[in-house]
């Protein structure tokens, strides 16, 4: 049954489907753990954003969650980084354990891991909650491996020294020096209406915006 369950719900995912077509796709489904193995097993990028939505996170043993992260390395660097945050957001943020896992990715061997950890730790802030007392020790880690890091860590790494900078007065000289130190994505194109990912120009005008707000 499932089979055909699948190939109904993939008849329904083509290049014009929206992620929010895909949340309502899956708050039908709710929870189907299988299904959402079936929908993964596609390797397509669309089924497998679907399938994070419907698994069950208490089936996301550190295993598992390796499996899935040699899956999504076969697809181009976009999607990938795509597919680990959207499983950060939508199923390791929602439960102790996995948050736990998470949080014990500082040092995983694999990349995608590593940026779920620091992107986590970013949320932590961007969010508005008061963030962990862990600040000085990820801004030592950060200022001593940033450079050497992959890209897609670099990337996490960076933005959360940009809410850092944003949010922990305290800190937001230590996180602007930080990018005019790397020079990391200065001369990055933004997008109208974007912000750039470059930390002095982050950090400015974000804490702008919250001071006229």
């Not at 305290?170 to 990018?179: D, P, Q, S, T, V």
């Amino acid at each position: 049954m499932n089979a055909s369950k699948a190939e109904n719900i993939l008849s329904q995912i083509n290049s014009k489907t929206k992620l929010g077509d895909l949340r309502t796709i899956a708050k039908d489904i709710k929870k189907d753990h299988e299904l959402a193995m079936e929908l993964w097993s596609t390797e397509q990028f669309l089924p497998r954003l679907l399938a994070i939505l419907i698994m069950d996170k208490k089936l996301l043993s550190q295993e598992v969650l390796n499996k899935l992260d040699k899956d999504m390395q076969t697809h181009p660097f976009d999607e990938r980084n795509n597919l680990m945050d959207w499983l950060m957001a939508n199923q390791l943020t929602k439960d102790k354990k996995t948050i736990a896992r998470m949080e014990s990715w500082e040092n995983s061997p694999s990349a995608l891991q590593r940026r779920a950890f620091w992107y986590y730790q970013a949320r932590l802030r961007w969010t508005g909650q008061t963030p962990p007392d862990n600040t000085a020790d990820l801004l030592s880690t950060l200022e001593a491996n940033i450079t050497q890091e992959e890209p897609e860590v670099q990337w996490a790494m960076n933005f959360l020294a940009g809410w850092i900078g944003v949010y922990d007065e305290n800190n937001r000289a230590r996180c602007i020096e930080l990018g005019e130190k790397t020079g990391l994505y200065k001369d990055e194109m933004v997008s109208k209406g974007c912000t750039p990912d470059y930390l002095p120009e982050f950090i400015a005008i974000e804490v702008n915006k919250r001071n006229h707000n």
